[in-house]
């Protein structure tokens, strides 16, 4: 007997996956970053900006150091040579912080002109440097702290959901620092670089998203044990999965109000 329920109309039809074409050229740009109040507590708590490490490595270490990165805030040198090794260190002593009244977040980037763009448009300033100051140039002179992160992509777990137009993807790990943290797309590919265990560890993920987002319009928000990519869908539709292969992404189940909660298995 022919049941209604079970009519193909009745059926949710998806969307076709963004078509990936190689001929245009298309813009990367960063996504603007966020961590919250909490999260820059136990940074500040664990000393992050303290002096954990030794203000100066001795020279013999050079060779176990190169490509390490500085540890120091505001400092974006990396070890390529004895130069760069000697070479004096220009940091904040503080934190990133926000006069933001709409956020309790602060904007760090690894890129200094995208960085004081973000500092200017929200208003942020470095705590060592007083409240009425958004200059990003250090404010110390020292020596670099280097150190290498440990490449950790097995056992990082994350998933997503969609709402309201809004592609939400959680990558959990703790202690996360944002100034070695990056999240970049063209809105089609989305690469995520989290530097987290206080900077110690290094996470990299790349996705070649199900639909093309608006990275202008999205941003990324660190707490203490997630951080959570808000993307902002192109075109507000359902996306069975979150990346365009097939088989890749996600089993979703639908809500009244247009959402989605999805299970990933493709990692």
């Known amino acids: 007997m022919y049941n209604k329920r079970f009519a193909p109309q009745n059926f949710h039809k998806m969307p076709k996956p963004s078509e990936k074409t190689t001929t245009t050229k298309r813009r990367t740009m960063l996504i603007p970053l966020f961590i919250n109040s909490a999260a820059q507590k136990v940074l500040e708590r664990r000393q992050y900006s303290s002096n954990k490490f030794p203000d100066r490595q001795n020279e013999k270490d050079f060779e176990n150091l190169v490509g390490a990165v500085c540890k120091n805030n505001g400092c974006t040198a990396v070890c390529n040579d004895k130069n760069t090794f000697n070479s004096i260190c220009i940091h904040h002593r503080g934190l990133p912080a926000s006069r933001d009244p709409n956020s309790t977040a ?82 089609l590919t989305l690469d995520v670089v989290i530097a987290h265990g206080f900077g110690l560890k290094e996470t990299v993920r790349h996705f070649d998203l199900y639909a093309e ?48 909660m999805c299970d990933l298995d493709d990692d």
């Open 106 to 187: 602060a904007i760090v980037s690894n890129n200094s002109a995208t960085q004081y763009q973000h500092l200017h448009n929200h208003q942020q300033y470095w705590t060592c440097c007083g409240r009425k100051t958004t200059n990003l140039l250090g404010c110390t002179k020292g020596s670099h702290r280097w150190i290498i992160r440990q490449r950790v992509d097995e056992n990082i777990r994350h998933d997503w959901f969609y709402r309201g137009g809004h592609v939400h993807l959680s990558i959990f790990s703790r202690s996360t620092v944002p100034q070695g943290t990056r999240v970049e797309s063209d809105g």
């Open 213 to 260: 987002i608006l990275p202008a319009e999205s941003l990324v928000l660190v707490s203490e044990k997630k951080v959570e990519i808000i993307l902002k869908q192109m075109k507000r539709e359902h996306w069975p999965r979150l990346c365009h292969e097939e088989g890749v992404g996600a089993v979703c189940v639908f809500d009244d109000d247009g959402g989605a």
